[in-house]
């Protein structure tokens, strides 16, 4: 039975290393995410995952027979002796009928969708979970440091690396785990699969495929992150101009400065359009250089299937089966540069969270600590010494009384440590 959430406050929350933002990988940002994922007091947590990686291989295995059932109907229609019923067994052919063998295509298809929405929808309470214990833990652990980090860095700042943070968290559960893994989990099918039914070559065309595929769209994406960046950057510019312009409208207008404004906006907006168009122009290349790619390997491994077509060896089922699992292999394979470009960006978002959670708080308890017991209301301060920064002391042994029931004004002139 599965267990409800616990509230955010209970429990112990899993460690991290001392300090994470080290490991700026993805194999590292996996380690530390673990034990959100895999939490040791949340046995139906683990029951989804565990679920969720067995219906994950269901729907590969449905996947692959998708091909087959194809070449069945194939087969089954061209009279092949390869079909799985020959004609002369007429009521088993009856069954494996061209007709049959259409439908059971059919439904392998919705089982296969099946199959994949219900592992993305059991997986994705492990998700959010593990997206709100971090966030919870980040943000306890901002409160308990000290007022000097918190002076050392805007509030927005901060605001931003715990909602990017939390971000980058679910992109990297939800792309490893619903995208990366199974595409190397039908990768790795299909070679076994062509190697059982076909040979070698047609598994080393694949691989060699697979390999230059994944190197292009590798290099093109780096590329076009940084034209990416740039347009980022010049949308910001344009953006906090504007704003900057209409929140000052009086004074633009005082000094008849709308042309003048209206320029600067045009220029960053300038900026913006040809980044823009750099970066729609770069997505044209890189898919382009995937569909020559790609094209190739699947040209390859049909001419092969051709020829064992004329010499005998394959039906023309096989030749229709080795179309639609190249076909379908590059479907998963399509989305890699845009899981390679946020798996990326969530590393860096979950790097600067990290970066928070691995800054010891300056003030805490020693070992041991008994609770504070107040006898009276008096508040004695004795020889305090106090600096946020160590070059710049704001109290230096500041002594005074406050009997209890009394009030102290704290006077002096502005940055003589009243605040403090």
């Known amino acids: 039975m599965a267990q409800p959430d616990s ?4 429990g112990e929350s899993p460690p991290l290393s001392n300090n994470p933002a080290e490991n700026a990988t993805l194999s590292g940002t996996l380690l530390h995410l673990w034990p959100y994922i895999w939490p ?63 439908l059971s295509y059919g439904a392998v298809r919705v ?9 993305d929808g059991l997986f994705a309470r492990v998700a959010m979970h593990a997206v709100r214990k971090l966030a919870y833990r980040t943000f306890v652990h901002m409160h308990e440091l000290s007022l000097r980090f918190h002076l050392e860095r805007k509030t927005g700042g901060l605001t931003r690396v715990l909602e990017r943070g939390r971000t980058g968290i679910e992109v990297i559960v939800r792309m490893v785990i619903l995208q990366l893994i199974p595409t190397i989990v039908e990768v790795s099918l299909l070679m076994a699969v062509l190697l059982w039914k076909f040979d070698w070559r047609y598994v080393l065309v694949t691989m060699i495929t697979v390999v230059i595929y994944m190197y ?3 290099v093109a994406t780096e590329w076009r992150i940084e034209i ?3 347009m980022n950057d010049s ?21 008849s400065a709308e042309e003048r404004e209206a320029a600067r906006y045009d220029r960053s907006m300038q900026r913006y359009e040809q980044a823009s168009v750099k970066t729609y122009t770069s997505l044209a290349v890189l898919n382009t250089g995937q569909a020559i790619i790609f094209t190739a390997g699947l040209t390859a491994t049909m001419l092969m299937c051709a020829i064992g077509v004329r010499n005998g060896q394959n039906t023309v089922g096989d030749f229709v089966m080795v179309n639609a699992m190249m076909i379908q292999l590059y479907q998963p ?52 010494r106090f600096a946020y920064e160590a070059e710049r002391p704001i109290l230096k042994g500041l002594s005074f009384d406050v009997p209890a029931g009394k009030t102290v004004a704290i006077v002096g002139p502005s940055g003589a440590g009243k605040s403090t």
């Open 7 to 10: 509230a955010p406050g209970t």
């Open 40 to 102: 040791g007091d949340r046995i139906d947590l683990k029951m989804r995952v565990v679920w969720s990686m067995l219906l994950l291989l269901v729907a590969k295995l449905a996947t692959l027979s998708v091909p087959f059932t194809f070449k069945w109907a194939i087969d089954a229609l061209t009279g092949a002796d390869t079909a799985p019923v020959q004609p002369s067994n007429w009521p088993l052919w009856l069954i494996a009928s061209p007709l049959i063998m259409t």
């Open 111 to 119: 089982l296969m969708a099946v199959f994949t929405q219900w592992r």
């Open 216 to 218: 292009y769209t590798y």
């Open 228 to 230: 990416r960046r740039t």
């Open 235 to 255: 949308d910001t510019e344009a953006n906090t101009k504007a704003i900057d312009s209409l929140l000052n409208y009086e004074t633009v207008k005082y000094f």
């Open 333 to 384: 394979l399509n989305f890699m540069g845009m899981v390679y470009r946020e798996i990326k960006q969530a590393i860096i978002d979950i790097e600067k969270m990290f970066n928070v959670l691995s800054r010891d708080p300056e003030i805490k308890d020693v070992p041991g600590a008994r609770p504070l017991v107040v006898t009276s209301g008096n508040v004695r301060f004795e020889d305090v």
